[in-house]
């Protein structure tokens, strides 16, 4: 899978959306796409002051600014829409690529163009929507700073116009030719389709479901971003079926991400981010390698470690795999490891840190369930735990006889190291702490943790100057808004399938199976799995979750239980060969090939899986610590 036609790697996450900013080759950026960034920028910057100057408050004047929750509104819809499109030209959102890279060459350059069309037709289509969305409701104004409609849709309607402009420019970025015969040809099948829907309108109704999911996949295969692909679905599902006005969609669109919730995944990847590029990632890590490596398997077992509490301080996968393997990757090229091993074992330490708080995939899941965030974090402590004590232990016995000697460190150097990493380890200590606590939302505690790690950056270790801060800023604006604008649509996509009574068919055909909850628990792993390695992990937890969950209950399972293993069997799809995005990215990373970590990865797949049905069949792993606080 890529964003790139002609690159191995997928440049945007999978599971979570987030990349090494390596991987992006520069590129000049155009004067509309600085206009976009500077808006989403702002709504960054200024959402940043405004939840932690709540915490302020309420900490010493037991107050709050309570037009805070409108601007939170307004910035979410901004980094949104507006942060999707600018991630659009910077090839950061996900698309399935394995089927296009199958395909000869000179092919290639057409259906990259296609699927350029194809986002534009979408762009116009949710820009037509959001302005009737708008007109509708004009009249509206919120309760606190009198604020109307214009404030909510305008950043819609700006993003989707964004959109449709990078999307035309790159259909004839290739070839001109091309460009103008994609869009014709696309413009006669829309023509042809259409024809066909008002001739046979009555008759199609009954097969909405099929065709979207059959449309949905080609699309898929084709290379169409996800995220467009699942905005399309709505559309199709609700105008074949006739049941719903299109108008539901953008107001979808919204209720995906109005959550207070989702504000906390931007600051999580920026406090990420900050962390990494401010030397606090680096210190965490060398007391890590001093106190780890001295066990057989040295290395290798502290990146488990490492990813295990690097898992509790960015929330995505991707971003903790890209800090570890460069920052150990020549030392441990040094030390004799294989790069393929090395590949091997951060993916699957990935899965296992899929469940360590504060994971984007359970700040997703929340927001669109009625799970707690504050207990769905407890919850995957233990089974993350369990699977990192069952790697550690694969990694002991596979270093029998092996000639690596890790290298013996005086007490004296583990304490002074201990000492300089201890402002990094009170990092997860506050993020954590402060949600499960409940004196602060995810949201005010991961504004906290921005303002931490910033300050322990410039002024304690002195390592971020203000051009990498604006670039991470940067950064984690395009990448925030491409998680959220694919929360955005898979919300609207989930909600047409629940019209379409999808659950209810489900727990239908698993009745016919015997209705045990037993297979209805492998078939959720199965379908996650698959689903994670071909959707990129998150699309899939949106879809899949909303629609899963409500039949859990009626099978007897625990939906914190539950939660946890939908997160898990993601995260395991999008890690695992041969097409899961992250093992892609991680190999690229690693300068190895898929070929040769996968070999590698084969006994570190299976402890996981048996960590997966552990988690699935036995309760307590997920349970027992909620149940301890009283979260359960």
């Not at 307004?74 to 499109?85: D, E, K, N, R």
Request: proline share 5%; aromatic share 10%.
């Amino acid at each position: 899978m890529s964003t790139h036609s002609d690159a191995v790697v997928a440049a945007d996450g999978e599971a979570d959306g987030i990349i090494d900013p390596a991987l992006s080759p520069p590129r000049r950026i155009e004067p509309l796409e600085r206009i976009g960034e500077v808006f989403v920028v702002l709504a960054l910057t200024g959402e940043l002051v405004a939840m932690f100057g709540n915490v302020v408050l309420r900490a010493f004047f037991n107050s709050s600014w309570q037009w805070s929750l409108e601007v939170s509104e307004i910035a979410l819809v901004t980094m949104t829409f507006v942060g999707g499109a600018i991630a659009y030209p910077r090839d950061q959102h996900m698309s399935l690529q394995a089927l296009v890279q199958q395909l000869p060459l000179r092919w290639r350059p057409a259906l990259a163009a296609l699927a350029c069309w194809q986002v534009f037709a979408m762009s116009l289509v949710g820009g037509w929507l959001a302005w009737q969305m708008m007109l509708s409701r004009w009249n509206q104004v919120t309760p606190y700073l009198g604020l109307h409609e214009l404030w909510f849709a305008g950043p819609m309607i700006f993003g989707m116009a964004l959109l449709a402009y990078f999307s035309a420019g790159k259909a004839f970025q290739r070839s001109v030719r091309v460009g103008v015969a994609t869009g014709l040809a696309l413009v006669v099948v829309v023509a042809a389709l259409a024809a066909l829907w008002l001739t046979f309108r009555a008759q199609l109704r009954g097969y909405a479901l099929p065709a979207t999911f059959f449309i949905f996949t080609v699309q898929c295969l084709l290379g169409v971003p996800i995220g467009f692909v699942l905005m399309l679905g709505s559309a199709l599902y609700l105008g074949i079926s006739q049941t719903i006005p299109l108008s539901v969609i953008p107001i979808n669109m919204q209720a995906g991400i109005s959550s207070f919730v989702m504000l906390a995944i931007p600051f999580f990847i920026l406090a990420g981010y900050v962390m990494t590029e401010g030397g606090l990632s680096q210190r965490l890590m060398n007391f890590i390698v001093y106190l780890v490596d001295r066990f057989r398997g040295g290395m290798l077992q502290v990146i488990v470690v490492t990813m295990y509490i690097m898992s509790g301080i960015s929330g995505s996968k991707l971003a903790d795999v890209a800090a570890v393997a460069t920052t150990m990757k020549t030392f441990m090229r040094g030390e004799g490891y294989e790069a393929s091993e090395m590949a091997a074992v951060l993916s699957s330490c990935a899965v296992m840190g899929e469940t360590v708080p504060p994971s984007i995939a359970m700040l997703v899941l929340a927001s669109v369930t009625t799970l707690s965030i504050g207990s769905l974090f407890v919850a995957g402590l233990l089974p993350a735990a369990v699977m990192a004590v069952c790697l550690m232990a694969l990694i002991w016995f596979r270093s029998r006889g092996r000639s690596i000697n890790a290298k013996r460190h005086a007490p004296r150097e583990v304490f002074r190291a201990g000492l300089i990493a201890i402002p990094a380890l009170v990092a997860p200590i506050i993020l954590i702490g402060g949600i499960v606590s409940g004196i602060a939302t995810p949201t005010e505690v991961s504004s906290t943790a921005v303002v931490y790690a910033l300050v322990l950056s410039v002024v304690f270790y002195r390592e971020l100057g203000v051009n990498q801060f604006l670039r991470i800023v940067s950064l984690t604006a395009s990448q925030a808004g491409m998680v959220l604008f694919i929360t955005s649509t898979a919300t609207s996509f989930s909600w047409a399938l629940t019209i379409a009574r999808l659950p209810q068919r489900i727990v239908q055909f698993m009745g016919m199976l015997g209705g045990s909850s037993t297979m209805f628990m492998l078939a959720t792993i199965v379908i996650l799995v698959v689903m994670g390695a071909l959707l990129e992990g998150l699309p899939a937890l949106l879809i899949f979750g909303p629609l899963f969950l409500p039949i859990s209950a009626v099978f007897g399972i625990p939906p914190l239980q539950y939660g946890i293993v939908l997160i898990i069997a993601m995260g395991f799809g999008a890690f695992s060969p041969p097409i899961g995005v992250g093992m892609f990215v991680t190999c690229a990373i690693c300068d190895t090939t898929v070929e040769s970590a996968s070999r590698h990865m084969v006994p570190y797949l299976l402890i996981l899986a048996i960590g997966l049905l552990l988690v699935a069949f036995l309760p307590w792993f997920s349970l027992i610590v909620p149940s301890l606080l009283h979260m359960a």
